[in-house]
């Protein structure tokens, strides 16, 4: 059983908005950290954004500020990223994943979801 899944990925014309889930199987403690990131064929995997699980301290990439929003539900052990204003370039396979601690580097998380792809026309 996956230990993170992703879910509302799809198509959506550009300027319009999504909003991604990713459900927690395992156990996420106040320590840990959520984190949202996307790619692209021929590209590396990018960070998008991040909260801490028990203050809920949120964290964006550049091109992320002012346009997505992650939040967590704790009871329901939910994260999700709302995005909006959507751009061509924001298609992608995005991923949750959970960290011991805040980094925007892929390799300092340990547990991967299968990812929800993103799909955004002109």
């Known amino acids: 059983q996956a230990q993170l899944v992703e879910s509302g990925g799809g198509l959506v014309q550009a300027g319009g908005s999504l909003r991604l889930s990713c459900a927690a199987s395992a156990n996420i403690f106040s320590s840990h950290v959520m984190g949202w990131f996307r790619q692209t064929p021929g590209k590396e995997r990018e960070y998008v954004a991040a909260i801490r699980w028990g203050a809920g301290t949120t964290y964006y990439a550049d091109f992320a500020k002012g346009r997505f929003i992650i939040s967590r539900d704790k009871a329901e052990k939910m994260v999700y990223l709302q995005m909006n204003s959507l751009k061509p370039e924001d298609a992608a396979l995005y991923f949750c994943?959970?960290?011991?601690?805040?980094?925007?580097?892929?390799?300092?998380?340990?547990?991967w979801g299968q990812g929800t792809r993103v799909t955004v026309s002109a």
């Open positions: 994943a959970r960290g011991n601690s805040y980094s925007v580097i892929p390799s300092s998380y340990s547990i």
